[in-house]
C-alpha cells in the first residue's frame, strides 16, 4: 500500500508563521528594504550606503579643530539629519515585517540601533556622539549590494574555521599565558627593580610584548643572563606567531562543502545567503521563495 502522505508543515501553510507580509504597502516596503535582487532594493541599499558615509564623514569632520569652529553649526545639522533619516529607516524596518523582535534581535537589527544611539546619548553624554563611526559596520550590506558572493563565501569559510578551531586557539592562548607568566617572574628574579621589573606584573607584561615581536622598548633587560634570556623570547614569539595561522588554515584546507550564497532572505528569520537550490532555511528550517534573479522591466 502506498503509505499516506506527511501533512504540510504550519510554516507551509500558515501565512502568518511567516515573517514576509502577505499584500500592501507592508510588501511594497519589504520588498525595497529586504529584497536586494530588485532593482528598487539595490537603489536603496545603495542610497543606504551613500547615506552612511556621508554620515560618518562628517563626525570625522566635527572632530576636527578648525572645520568645527568654521562649521560647526551645519555640521550638527547635518547628523541630526542623518540620525533622523536611519531612525525612520530602522522604524521602517520594524513596520514591515511580521515579527519585529527578530529583526530587532538580528545582527543587523542591532547594529541599526547601535547607528542611531550615539546622537541621542550625546544629548545627556556630551562626547558620545563620536561612536556614530559604528555606521561604518552597516556597510557590511556592500556585500549584499554588490552581489560580492566569492567574499560573502570566504567569509563564511574564515567563520567557521574560526569557530571550529575556537577550543585549539583557546589551549594555544592558555599555553602563552603560561609561559609569559613563567618567563615574566623569571625577568623579574634576574634583572630586579633597579632594572625596571619592579613587580612581576611588569615582567609579564615585556614578556607579552616581547613574544608578540612587539617590544616598545620602556623595559629592557641589562644583564648577560636577561638578554639571553630575550633572546629566547623573541625566537619563540616566530613560533607563536605561527601556531594560530596554521590551526586556522589546517581548518580553511579541511572544508571540503562549497556552496553559492545569494541574497534570498528567509521570510521566517530573516537571515540570508542561501544557496540558488536551497529550498529550506538552513537557520530556522522554514520555506523558501523561489530564487528569481532580478529581471528587467518589460517594456
Known amino acids: 500500500m502506498t503509505p499516506a502522505p506527511l501533512p504540510p508543515s504550519p510554516v507551509e501553510t500558515d501565512p502568518r508563521a511567516l515573517g514576509r507580509p502577505l499584500a500592501g504597502w507592508r510588501l511594497r516596503l519589504y520588498t525595497i528594504i529586504f529584497e536586494a535582487d530588485t532593482r528598487a532594493g539595490r537603489a536603496f541599499d545603495l542610497a543606504l550606503i551613500v547615506m552612511i558615509l556621508a554620515s560618518v564623514t562628517v563626525v570625522v569632520a566635527d572632530s576636527m579643530a578648525s572645520v568645527h569652529q568654521q562649521h560647526g553649526c551645519w555640521l550638527k545639522v547635518l547628523e541630526w539629519f542623518f540620525t533622523l533619516a536611519f531612525t525612520a529607516e530602522y522604524i521602517a524596518r520594524l513596520a514591515c515585517v511580521r515579527h519585529p523582535w527578530r529583526y530587532a534581535r538580528s545582527f543587523f537589527g542591532i547594529i541599526d540601533l547601535l547607528a542611531i544611539l550615539p546622537t541621542y546619548l ?4 556630551p562626547g558620545m556622539h563620536a561612536l556614530i563611526d559604528v555606521r561604518l559596520l552597516r556597510l557590511l550590506r556592500l556585500f549584499r549590494l554588490l552581489r560580492l558572493t566569492a567574499y560573502v563565501s570566504e567569509f ?15 589551549v594555544f592562548l592558555a599555553f602563552v599565558l603560561l609561559v609569559t607568566t613563567i618567563m615574566g617572574t623569571l ?22 610584548t616581547t613574544m608578540t615581536t612587539v617590544g616598545f622598548g620602556d623595559v629592557t633587560p641589562k644583564t648577560d643572563l636577561g638578554r639571553f634570556i630575550a633572546s629566547l623570547m623573541m625566537l619563540m614569539g616566530w613560533g607563536t606567531l605561527a601556531v594560530p595561522t596554521g590551526i586556522v588554515s589546517a581548518e580553511l584546507v579541511g572544508q571540503q562543502t562549497r556552496r553559492e550564497p545569494t541574497t534570498r532572505t528567509c521570510q521566517e528569520c530573516l ?21 528569481q534573479r532580478d529581471m528587467p522591466p518589460k517594456a
Open 122 to 125: 550625546a544629548v545627556l553624554v
Open 156 to 170: 563564511g569559510a574564515l567563520y567557521h574555521a574560526l569557530r571550529n578551531s575556537r577550543r585549539k586557539i583557546a
Open 187 to 208: 625577568m623579574y628574579v634576574v634583572e630586579g627593580p633597579e632594572n625596571g621589573f619592579d613587580s612581576i606584573p611588569m615582567g609579564v607584561y615585556w614578556a607579552i
Open 271 to 291: 537571515s540570508e545567503g542561501h544557496a540558488p537550490t536551497a529550498k529550506f532555511c538552513r537557520d530556522c528550517g522554514a520555506k523558501l521563495p523561489p530564487y
